[in-house]
């Protein structure tokens, strides 16, 4: 008969934490080294990044551990020891035949129905190594359950040969630690298909750059977000929070409840009130605050999530080197300009006659041009563009070409909506700050909401948006945010705004007239807000990694390719072009 554990034996299982109290620097979690023997790069990006994703597998073990029969001698028992340099909580302890065993749940299967996984393992070692140092009682076996395939796996367990393996980990855990790059991605790939950071890791991408195109990429990275985006338009409504709830208040008297957890983020338009409870929750539960001004301009935003310090490091150092900003602004000014002349071929092209108007046809030769002059703008060419005459950097001389293009292609749009010239929502021209005419207030309107986008997915990444390459920072607004945002206009808001511009969605009640200012009112900025929204849940075949995902999605995957460029894997970033 096995004993059970005496009273006296349970009073000293008391959680301490001591030796974190007393130490400068802090103790490795168990875990940590459990993720540090899956994989490095896991390790790093949880632990030294602080980037935790709870995803439906990380569930789905929370649930294991709330399930399992507590027993009389089973025990979720927290141990710290500074001589280890290790804390953890214990699934269990268990005595048997009179020994103390330390034993762990597993929701998965076990290594061939044979053996513990050496993640599983190291960490169940460095557990008997706390018991026994807390215990005073020498730990000589842990078992692991292994659900999935019903198996109970045992480990003996030498406290001299644990302590050496343990304190090898603990180890290579500070120096990564002191690393300011990323560990590669690990070699079994297998590894990374249950990966919860996967969709931060981007290991798949990684691979395909380095095998340079080589390779079918398999998706990781999610297709869609399940969660909603709520933009708030009614002047004097307000938000509330009731549990996990929130609660919409509109002028009218009536209330709309929408669960918390289904929200990925807030858009508050005007003159929109939140409660601090709300914003709490918000930042608790990674749900963004974006408040835009009533005419739409982004005023500023709470987008939570970790920020960390090597991330940013990494970007000012990459971002502070002239030759990359100049690499990256070729390739992103390619891609915008490439898309431009593609749309413009697609959308003018004459069905019957297969052929343009003459003017037309200029404009699509200097877009040609400016494409062919960035193209061969390789490392020397950019370097004798300095050199020449001009007195313009070569960077500069990309701008040029960037802002030329620009021009041609809003000339031409008046060739692709399908109006009458003298229709209230003829287009003459860009202008902004404040937009003068209806269809440039259109289009102020759904930049504003795909910078508030792009400033959240480079939160979300973790850079700084206030450092950018292209863009200088002139104005109020995030370079590095109008960078990312160059590669979405017209591909999120250009063409669903044509579109429905030339199917007649439009009225002239949708706009309200101050002076020489033309704002979309209420009515206009809902009809915006679900023609913009809409284009971001469609799908499409990411042209560089072949696999489909949502607009949505693509915004944040590309601000992670970008990050990219400057973390070993580069060539991926603005490689967008419309099929
Ligand atoms: S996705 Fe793969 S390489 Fe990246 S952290 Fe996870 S296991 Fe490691």
């Not at 979300?460 to 945010?481: E, I, K, Q």
């Amino acid at each position: 008969m096995e004993a059970k554990m005496t009273d006296q034996t349970e009073d000293t299982f008391q959680s301490f934490h001591h030796a974190e109290k007393t130490t400068d620097e802090p103790l490795i979690r168990v875990m940590a080294l459990h993720a540090l023997a899956y994989c490095e790069r896991l390790y790093y990006l949880e632990e030294v990044e602080e980037i935790r994703v709870a995803d439906a597998n990380v569930y789905s073990g929370r649930r294991l551990h709330d399930k399992i029969d507590k027993g009389p001698d089973i025990y979720s028992l927290e141990l710290a020891s500074e001589r280890l340099g290790i804390r953890g909580k214990i699934d269990c302890v268990k005595r048997r035949s009179g020994e103390l065993v330390v034993s762990e749940h597993k929701k998965g299967k076990s290594n061939k129905g044979e053996e513990a996984w050496p993640s599983d393992r190291l960490q169940v070692l460095a557990y008997a190594l706390l018991l026994g140092e807390h215990t005073g009682e020498q730990i000589n076996e842990a078992h692991i359950r292994y659900h999935a395939d019903n198996r109970t796996i045992k480990i003996r367990v030498s406290p001299e040969e644990a302590e050496k393996e343990v304190e090898a980990a603990v180890q290579r855990a500070w120096q990564l630690r002191s690393a300011l790059q990323r560990p590669p991605v690990t070699a079994s790939e297998y590894q990374c298909r249950t990966c919860s950071l996967a969709p931060v890791c981007l290991p798949e991408e990684e691979r395909f750059s380095e095998e340079q195109g080589d390779r079918k990429v398999q998706r990781l990275f999610p297709q869609d977000d399940e969660r909603r985006v709520i933009h708030l338009v009614e002047q004097g409504a307000s938000i509330r929070k009731d549990g996990e709830q929130f609660v919409i208040y509109l002028t009218d008297g009536t209330k709309k409840q929408l669960p918390g957890r289904q929200i990925g983020s807030l858009v508050l338009h005007g003159n929109v009130q939140i409660s601090t409870q709300c914003i709490h929750f918000c930042a608790a539960n990674n749900i963004g605050v974006h408040w835009l001004s009533f005419g739409g301009h982004y005023v500023g935003g709470l987008q939570p999530g970790s920020g960390g310090v090597q991330r940013r490091v990494r970007q000012y150092q990459a971002l502070s080197d002239p030759g990359l900003c100049r690499q990256l602004t070729r390739r992103l000014a390619l891609a915008k300009i490439e898309n431009q002349l593609r749309y413009i071929l697609r959308a003018t092209r004459d069905k019957k006659q297969d052929s343009r108007d003459k003017e037309t046809e200029l404009a699509i030769e200097q877009l040609r041009a400016s494409i062919k002059a960035l193209s061969s703008l390789d490392g020397d060419a950019a370097q004798k563009v300095e050199n020449e005459d001009t007195g313009k950097e070569p960077i500069d001389f990309i701008r040029g070409h960037e802002g030329i293009a620009g021009r041609i292609y809003f000339s031409l749009l008046p060739r692709i909506l399908k109006l009458a010239e003298d229709d209230f929502l003829a287009f003459d021209g860009r202008n902004r700050r404040p937009p003068r005419d209806p269809f440039n207030a259109m289009l102020s309107f759904g930049y504003a909401l795909l910078y508030k986008d792009c400033v959240a997915a480079l939160q979300a990444v973790g850079l700084d948006p206030s450092f950018g390459f292209m863009h200088t920072p002139r104005s109020a607004a995030y370079p590095l945010a109008l960078d990312l945002m160059d590669l979405f206009r017209l591909i999120l808001w250009d063409i669903p705004l044509i579109g429905s511009v030339n199917r007649k969605q439009w009225s002239k009640d949708d706009f309200a007239v101050t002076g020489k200012q033309v704002w979309l009112n209420a009515d206009g900025r809902r009809k915006a807000i679900s023609i913009y929204e809409s284009r971001k849940q469609e799908k499409w075949k990411h042209p560089v990694l072949n696999y489909s995902l949502s607009y949505a999605r693509t915004i944040e995957l590309e601000a992670r390719l970008l990050e990219k460029e400057w973390g070993g894997q580069p060539g991926l970033f603005a490689g967008l072009r419309l099929r």
